[in-house]
């Protein structure tokens, strides 16, 4: 047999004297299917080539970890001799690594594995790739958000003395627009990045498991995989509403991609997502109504976050129907009837004559992978149950982003995806902590928050206080005549580190990521307060909130401590 040479540079972790070094080349050399070998301990690395007809990458890195206390951290280079195709591994569609989903996660997770020479297939089925976030979440909502505050800056002043003389909106630009930003950014975001792996095989197609290590694609090729990962995502859950799947309704992949105004919109759920596409389209001059079963919008945040919120958005016209529970739809003519329970316990018909718009949450995409034939542990939410180390009940099937119990977010998704892969293949591993994780709802004001609210800090049995300065005590926010909100923090009485923070004010994200490694680090109040912050920026507000907790300052000059 033809010996089919390859060779892999490999970073090794506990290499201390020439003694290690020639440990390892030992051991590597007594390895059948090794050809050479040659390993530094002062540069921490190994060289190793290998006859791709008896080894592969993997196998490699499994020898170089079990010699002694020794571990690879990455593999830095890979050279290839002679013949080898990631497509037809081992004369099969054998792989080191299956990803299955193409977003975030799944794309990070490849980068990962290319990083440190792994032979990966990507299986992507539904959305293109670049998944949610690229396609039909992030980028397109955030770049109709802003679209949208441009507009509504046109016609709104906060100055007496500045008189706006109105805005034109070319609606079907506006989304043509939005679609070259997605096209563009998915290519250069995602494509191009791996467009020179060579390890990297990706395919458009429906995965379904027959065993642990074996997927069957579209119903006719099997891929073999020492590990998969588990990156499918999630989409909108449709809820089981009489009348609904006749009407015609919408969602934001839809929604996002109608060119023509629409007359109006009612949208189902008032979360984040739901509260995004309202105040956008509204202010791009569509009639918005917002139908929530719950008491108030955003739920999950404390009332008097989603008071601040409520107000302004009726305020700039957005109909909102708290408590009420859409029971029936049905078509009349060009218009929907939305058959409701009041929170009296009455009934009552609504007449939306533009779209349906469904916002009410989302559902983790597990249902076409097979998820029976391998008996993977879910949630009771149907969501992919997996460990801070990404690690699920099946020992080589790994799991990250939405499709998984975790934080709902592309970043998080990301983190999850690279250290999957960390962790399937390596002895080292690590954990994903959320404590600190920032997180932004970009309504106008924004709502931003970050460790526990007072809520989340009292059933943990913490013991806390509360500071909450309203923005009409900043400068920045008295300068630009617009002091909607609050900061509020929430500090650890006894060690007076700070533990949470929730911001609803304009462009209140930007002061999140501060706030978050502040509590990630174990920073104090008192450092918080002492601080040196820019005069007449917003995150002075920072300052001024922790100064509250002691002191009143409405009675402090400018700039005091």
Same mark, same amino acid.
């Given at each position: ?44 690395? +190994? ?54 989903? +193409? ?49 509504? =800056? ?50 458009? &197609? ?36 009489? &009348? ?97 329970? @009041?929170?009296? +316990? ?54 990250? &982003? ?14 999850? &995806? ?30 931003? +928050? ?33 002091? !909607? ?5 929430? !500090? ?20 999140? =990521? =501060? ?42 000059? @400018? @700039?005091?401590?």
């Amino acid at each position: 047999m033809t010996v089919n040479k390859e060779t892999v540079t490999l970073k090794i972790n506990g290499m201390t004297c020439t003694g290690c070094s020639s440990h390892i080349e030992k051991d590597l050399n007594a390895t059948e299917g090794i050809v050479s070998t040659f390993v530094n301990h002062e540069t921490g690395e +190994g060289k190793f080539i290998f006859d791709t007809n008896k080894l592969s990458n993997q196998d490699v890195i499994n020898a170089v970890n079990k010699v002694g206390h020794y571990s690879v951290v990455e593999a830095i280079e890979k050279e290839d001799c002679c013949v080898t195709n990631a497509k037809d591994y081992d004369g099969k569609n054998q792989f080191d690594l299956i990803v299955i989903g +193409g977003g975030s996660a799944a794309f990070s997770a490849a980068i990962k594995a290319e990083s440190i020479g792994l032979t990966t297939l990507m299986v992507n089925g539904g959305l293109d790739f670049g998944g949610t976030c690229v396609n039909v979440g992030c980028v397109p909502s955030k770049n109709l958000i802003r679209a949208a505050e441009t507009a509504y =800056q046109a016609t709104h002043s906060n100055f007496k003395g500045i008189k706006p003389k109105g805005v034109e909106i070319d609606f079907t630009q506006v989304i043509k627009d939005k679609k070259t930003l997605v096209t563009t950014l998915q290519q250069h975001k995602y494509l191009d990045v791996v467009s020179d792996f060579k390890n990297l095989t990706m395919l458009k &197609g429906w995965a379904e498991f027959v065993d642990n290590k074996t997927i069957l694609v579209n119903g006719k090729d099997t891929y073999i995989a020492t590990n998969i990962i588990i990156a499918t995502g999630a989409t909108t859950n449709i809820p089981n509403i009489e &009348g609904l799947n006749k009407v015609g309704y919408l969602t934001n992949v839809s929604l996002f991609d109608l060119e023509e105004k629409p007359k109006s919109l009612t949208i189902m759920g008032a979360g984040y997502i739901g509260l995004e596409i309202a105040m956008a389209y509204n202010r791009l001059g569509v009639k918005v109504r917002i139908i929530e079963f719950t008491d108030r919008p955003l739920r999950s945040q404390t009332q008097d976050i989603t008071d601040v919120l409520e107000e302004l958005m009726k305020s700039e016209g957005i109909e909102i129907l708290p408590n009420f529970r859409a029971i029936k739809f049905e078509k009349d003519g060009n218009n929907t009837i939305i058959y409701c329970k @009041c929170p009296d +316990g009455s009934t009552t018909q609504i007449i939306e004559e533009g779209h349906i718009v469904v916002a009410t949450g989302t559902k983790p995409n597990t249902s076409k992978l097979g998820l029976e034939n391998i008996e993977l542990n879910l949630t009771d939410k149907g969501h992919i149950l997996v460990n801070e180390k990404m690690e699920t009940n099946i020992s080589n099937i790994y799991a990250g &982003g939405d499709v998984t119990n975790t934080p709902p977010f592309v970043y998080t998704a990301a983190k999850e &995806g690279s250290t999957a892969v960390n962790n399937a293949f390596s002895l080292a591993k690590n954990r994903v902590d959320y404590t600190s994780l920032p997180w932004v709802v970009f309504t106008d004001p924004q709502i931003a +928050g970050a460790g526990m609210d007072e809520v989340e800090a009292e059933k943990s049995g913490i013991p806390f206080e509360v500071s909450k300065l309203d923005l009409i005590h900043v400068p920045r926010a008295l300068a630009a005549q617009d002091t !909607r909100g609050f900061i509020k923090l929430i !500090r650890n009485t006894e060690t007076d580190k700070l533990i949470g923070a929730r911001v609803i004010a304009p462009e209140g994200g930007e002061l999140i =990521q =501060q706030l978050s490694m502040a509590i990630k680090f174990g920073i104090t109040v008192k450092d918080l307060a002492e601080s040196f912050y820019p005069y007449l920026t917003l995150g002075e507000g920072i300052k001024l909130a922790a100064i509250t907790f002691g002191k009143d300052v409405s009675k402090l000059s @400018c @700039c005091a401590s």
